[in-house]
T-cell receptor, first 115, second 115 residues
Framework: GNSVTQMEGPVTLSEEAFLTINCTYTATGYPSLFWYVQYPGEGLQLLLKATKADDKGSNKGFEATYRKETTSFHLEKGSVQVSDSAVYFCALSDQSSGNTGKLIFGQGTTLQVKP | EAGVVQSPRYKIIEKKQPVAFWCNPISGHNTLYWYRQNLGQGPELLIRYENEEAVDDSQLPKDRFSAERLKGVDSTLKIQPAELGDSAVYLC?????????????FGPGTRLTVL
């Protein structure tokens, strides 16, 4: 079945460091791919998305490119801030029959940014 | 614009007791989802509604879980009786429709602890 695998955390960085959180997926068809972020005590928020191969999603300095050849959607940011500390979830939308719109999530990666 | 509202935010019960969670989606969102998020994991879909119809409940443990969405707006998820393994965060999300690119907006969740 469809699945998402993320790099294990926690990831600990100093402020202004470069961030990469790896995400790979297994899916039939052509899923859409998402990154959601969960700040402490809050619900999940959509960070960015890409709906077809080679699309680049971007928001708040974060970027991710839909790579069909490597089935990857790695999250990157050039310079992290303390306020980016959160749990990041990679997800895909299930494309199998009868499951349109269902999100399948990775296990989440905790990011800790130190000043 | 108000986001997805859930209540209660926290619930502690003893095993074998019943419990119910309530969700009010964003106005105009026809699609409503209930997810369960175990500690250290990503959310997993329990049930999806299109208006008042449950169109994907394959992951809902029907022996003890039930859900309803009367009038296609608010929704209630019930567990009866609760078991220790039901301790988790229960998330409600809504979207304009089930299409794969549509953003799902999440509520803050209800953290359930079963003693």
């Amino acid at each position: 079945g469809n699945s998402v695998t993320q790099m294990e955390g926690p990831v600990t960085l100093s402020e202004e460091a470069f961030l990469t959180i790896n995400c790979t997926y297994t899916a039939t068809g052509y899923p859409s791919l998402f990154w959601y972020v969960q700040y402490p005590g809050e619900g999940l928020q959509l960070l960015l998305k890409a709906t077809k191969a080679d699309d680049k999603g971007s928001n708040k300095g974060f970027e991710a490119t839909y790579r069909k050849e490597t089935t990857s959607f790695h999250l990157e940011k050039g310079s992290v801030q303390v306020s980016d500390s959160a749990v990041y979830f990679c997800a895909l939308s299930d494309q199998s029959s009868g499951n349109t719109g269902k999100l399948i999530f990775g296990q989440g990666t905790t990011l800790q940014v130190k000043p | 614009e108000a986001g997805v509202v859930q209540s209660p935010r926290y619930k502690i019960i003893e095993k074998k007791q019943p419990v119910a969670f309530w969700c009010n989606p964003i106005s105009g969102h026809n699609t409503l989802y209930w997810y369960r998020q175990n500690l250290g994991q990503g959310p997993e879909l329990l049930i999806r509604y299109e208006n008042e119809e449950a169109v994907d409940d394959s992951q809902l443990p029907k022996d003890r879980f039930s859900a309803e969405r009367l009038k296609g707006v608010d929704s209630t998820l019930k567990i009866q009786p609760a078991e220790l393994g039901d301790s988790a965060v229960y998330l409600c999300a809504s979207s304009l429709g089930p299409y794969r690119g549509n953003e799902q907006f999440f509520g803050p969740g209800t953290r359930l602890t079963v003693l």
